[in-house]
């Protein structure tokens, strides 16, 4: 389990900058010349909306002669493995994960945090020893996508307020919406499952719930945020309210599923908002039959979501065209209109919230999650790989849906097990 984050602590020297780089002086001038953009958003390169980017940047800056635009399916591998090379475009996503510790191995700083942050909402995540290295493109708020239609024609009116009621829900839909899946899990895409990690604080309003992991041998419980997001994945599939075969699920054909009603409910972030409802329409369906309900959890009757960037956009440390790599960085997240596009809070302080998540927010109270302490800005990551568990590798949820299935392991096994591989990670680093 643990190649994914070894992948990238492997390489650590692989390239030639100590990532030291004064932002100031290596951004600054007038853009020019061309750059490689590496994107994880594969159907915006396949339907032209970057080459209108391209060529509204190339307008704004004309002495720019090319933004050259990747699009990679399997982005976090793909360009993970470029990262053992210095070929890894000029601008692009920061992989998830690359360590805090890594950022300037492989990124040049874009600016001081204290003064980055009175603009740029969620970078501290990019940011080590005071410095920030990626500005997200998007803000995304964390909770369950679902079929207006279908939950309305189940006679469920209003949002679960605790996993039990979720799953007596979902059993409601499956009883009374013959055919319809209750919930889609993405088991063989993967990555789908990892985005249940954006529950984790949401449900005990703990913004720093991440960071006290690091300090407890036994995060899985039935209390703990880890226990009851993983222990709803489990009873979920082991009540049979997913997909019949979760090794046959297909990420693009479950946007039309979920739009044409014949899935009811997946847990993405609000990202997904926008690709749910333009396949709906694609289907024939109504783009106001795509809601947004919360993770069923509350604290004093309120419910909680965590608020945070999307990927950021960092630029290549060893890039020979910095200065339009932050003009492109700077541009994309002020002019482009991306996030608007995207139904999304802006990264911006001073950005709106878009009129589809409106509502959601007015229902919800925002939190955002707290960076690790000065020092310990590698140490979650660092329990995480040494207990082989990496969280940030959706494999380890693939086997919770597994036991689930087969019943090889129950619940309390799975959370033992898991609490048994996090204690020893947390001996070996000697947290």
């Not at 360009?79 to 994960?97: E, K």
């Not at 809601?291 to 979501?305: E, I, L, N, S, W």
């Not at 990927?311 to 002020?334: C, H, M, P, Q």
């Not at 919800?364 to 660092?382: C, H, Q, R, Y």
């Amino acid at each position: 389990m643990a190649s994914t984050a070894v992948g990238v602590l492997a390489l650590v020297g692989a390239c030639s900058s100590d990532g030291a780089g004064d932002a100031d002086e290596s951004q600054s001038g007038e853009p020019s010349g061309e750059i490689t953009v590496l994107t994880w958003r594969t159907d915006l390169v396949e339907d032209g909306t970057f080459d209108e980017y391209v060529e509204t940047f190339k307008a704004a800056y004309p002495e720019v002669t090319d933004v050259k635009v990747e699009g990679i399916t399997d982005y976090e591998g793909e360009v993970r493995t470029r990262m053992n090379t210095s070929n890894y475009g000029d601008v692009l996503a920061i992989p998830g994960s690359v360590t805090p510790d890594q950022l300037g191995q492989f990124f040049e700083p874009l600016g001081e945090f204290d003064e980055m942050s009175q603009e740029y909402r969620w970078i501290a995540d990019k940011t080590y020893e005071g410095l920030s290295y990626g500005i997200p493109v998007v803000g995304n708020v964390q909770g369950i996508v679902y079929n207006t239609a279908v939950w309305a024609d189940a006679g469920i009116e209003d949002f679960p307020t605790t996993p039990d009621e979720f799953l007596d829900d979902l059993q409601t839909i499956k009883d009374s919406a013959d055919g319809v899946v209750p919930l889609y899990t993405n088991y063989k895409d993967a990555w789908p499952l990892s985005q249940w990690d954006g529950a984790r604080g949401a449900v005990t309003a703990n913004p720093d719930y991440v960071n006290e992991m690091t300090g407890t041998d036994a995060p899985w419980s039935e209390d703990t945020d880890s226990g009851v997001i993983d222990g709803l994945i489990y009873d979920v599939v082991a009540q049979g309210l997913t997909e019949a075969d979760p090794t046959t699920t297909n990420w693009e054909e479950s946007k039309r599923l979920l739009g044409t009603g014949e899935v009811a409910t997946m847990v993405l972030g609000s990202w997904a908002i926008p690709q749910m409802q333009d396949a709906a329409e694609a289907a024939g369906g109504s783009r106001e039959d795509i809601g947004y309900m919360p993770f069923p959890a509350q604290v004093d009757g309120t419910f909680h979501a965590v608020a945070g960037g999307d990927y950021n956009l960092g630029i290549n440390v060893n890039s020979e065209n910095k200065v339009t790599a932050r003009a492109w960085i700077d541009w994309f997240n002020n002019e482009s209109g991306f996030s608007e596009s995207q139904v999304g809070l802006s990264p911006r302080v001073d950005g709106e919230v878009p009129e589809a998540l409106a509502s959601f927010v007015d229902e919800v109270e925002l939190i955002t999650m707290n960076p690790a302490p000065e020092g310990k800005e590698s140490l979650f990551a660092d329990i995480d790989t040494a207990s082989g568990i990496v969280t940030t590798d959706p494999k380890y949820r693939q086997q919770i849906v597994d036991d689930a299935r087969s019943g090889d392991r129950t619940k309390q096994q799975v959370f033992d097990d898991l609490n048994e591989a996090w204690a020893s990670g947390r001996a070996d680093v000697g947290a």
